[in-house]
């Protein structure tokens, strides 16, 4: 296959020239948007399951799988499409993403068949994968190094956002019209990007041949490995508790409303990437470490006062604030890490980012089944501690002290 390419195009290793001027914000809000509709195309399912099983003609159970399957997608996948096409020119292939995106939510929300509706859901997470997979590398072509981490906090917004609303939202749009309605929402957005971003965002190159160096390899950089440990124990960590956090509460009684905390977790959370996004081009090892080390000690923290109202709602707020900038720090360094090759890079951590979401969920039910819902903080607390370690012996590669650039 010939990759998309134009005479217009930027070379791969350029980035914008340094002036004193403003982040662009009108391109890395796109981005931002693309980041937020992509996981919200993978969370909103969860909030209209009893609607699209009775659609569908399937269960509940079966139709969550339609969440699996888009994870699925981004995790088996992920990797090698980013490495198959890093010679194609950035723009078209992120036109090419966003437009598969608009079209596997038009097949979600016509098909009646549900191993139909199946496939389409894997297909988009695999073009989600290569869309996460994309951006930070992206965002940080836009602007000049020093505000390579300003740009990522930009773009990694719409995370926290679609994370904090995807399911509520689901679940509320669920209420006003027909679940197809909500996929057609999720479509009409995807197609107003692939305007926006044609009009605004510039192209960049893809890599020469004598650029690539193969996915081994680039896993084998030194800093990358420990960088991915710090990804999976952070992120496995944080979803056994943000998995189970309804058990979690009722085993202490329910002091607090599931919908109450997750408001304050996300509202929390974006809290914490405005500061990150403030730190991270100067203190990106310290803002790690100190993430790392307020998500263990919240963790202790909720682990002890689990049964009282106040104190669980100021650890998820402390939770949410140590965790709301964790992906635009991993992302950061991983791309700093990785230099040309953050792409690949990038995919390695979106593959490794949805594993360890789903060993979250597997792990935080082995321990609900056996040890209880009281042990959820203590592992947490055990889990941060270990990517605390780890981030703290990658000082020489990986998160390196020191202003980035």
């Not at 890093?86 to 437009?99: D, I, Q, T, V």
């Not at 719409?158 to 749009?173: E, H, S, T």
């Not at 309804?246 to 304050?264: E, F, I, K, M, T």
């Not at 792990?363 to 959820?376: E, P, Q, R, V």
Request: one cysteine or more.
């Amino acid at each position: 296959m010939t990759p998309p390419s134009s005479s217009s195009a930027l070379p791969a290793s350029a980035s914008l020239p340094d002036t004193p001027e403003s982040l662009p914000l009108g391109k890395l809000l796109a981005m931002a948007l693309a980041g937020f509709i992509t996981i919200m195309t993978e969370t909103v399912p969860a909030g209209l399951l009893p609607q699209i099983g009775h659609g569908l003609g399937v269960s509940e159970s079966l139709a969550g799988q339609l969440v699996t399957l888009f994870a699925a997608g981004s995790v088996l996948t992920a990797i090698p499409i980013i490495a198959a096409t890093r010679s194609w020119n950035r723009r078209p292939l992120l036109l090419l993403a966003l437009a598969c995106l608009c079209l596997f939510n038009v097949v979600t929300a016509l098909s009646s068949h549900y191993v139909l509706t199946l496939a389409a859901r894997f297909i988009g997470g695999m073009v989600a994968g290569l869309l996460w997979g994309l951006l930070a590398g992206y965002a940080r072509r836009l602007v000049p190094p020093r505000q390579q981490g300003r740009a990522l906090a930009v773009v990694g917004a719409g995370q926290p956002l679609a994370l904090c609303l995807g399911v509520p939202a689901g679940a509320w749009l669920g209420s006003l019209m027909d679940w197809r309605g909500v996929f057609w929402i999720m479509a009409g957005v995807s197609l107003a990007l692939v305007v926006w971003v044609r009009a605004a965002v510039p192209d960049f190159a893809g890599q020469a041949a004598r650029q690539r160096q193969s996915i081994a390899r680039t896993f084998l950089m030194p800093g990358i490995r420990p960088i991915l440990f710090v990804l999976f124990t952070w992120i496995l960590a944080h979803n056994v508790l943000y998995t189970y956090i309804a058990p979690y509460l009722a085993h202490h009684g329910q002091p607090v409303q599931v919908d109450a905390v997750l408001l304050v977790f996300g509202a929390s959370a974006v809290a914490g990437l405005w500061l990150i996004g403030l730190q991270v081009d100067r203190r990106l090892r310290a803002m790690t470490l100190a993430s790392l080390a307020l998500f263990a000690l919240t963790a202790c923290l909720l682990g002890l006062t689990g049964h009282q109202p106040v104190a669980v709602l100021v650890g998820v707020a402390l939770w949410g604030l140590s965790f709301g900038g964790a992906p635009t720090l991993l992302q950061t360094a991983i791309a700093d890490t990785a230099g040309e090759h953050s792409d690949v890079a990038q995919s390695m951590l979106v593959t490794i980012f949805n594993l360890a979401i789903a060993c979250g969920g597997v792990l935080g039910g082995i321990l609900l089944d056996t040890a209880g819902a009281g042990s959820f903080a203590w592992m947490v607390a055990a889990v941060a501690a270990l990517a605390l370690l780890a981030a703290w012996q990658a000082r020489t590669h990986g998160f390196r002290a020191g202003h980035r650039a």
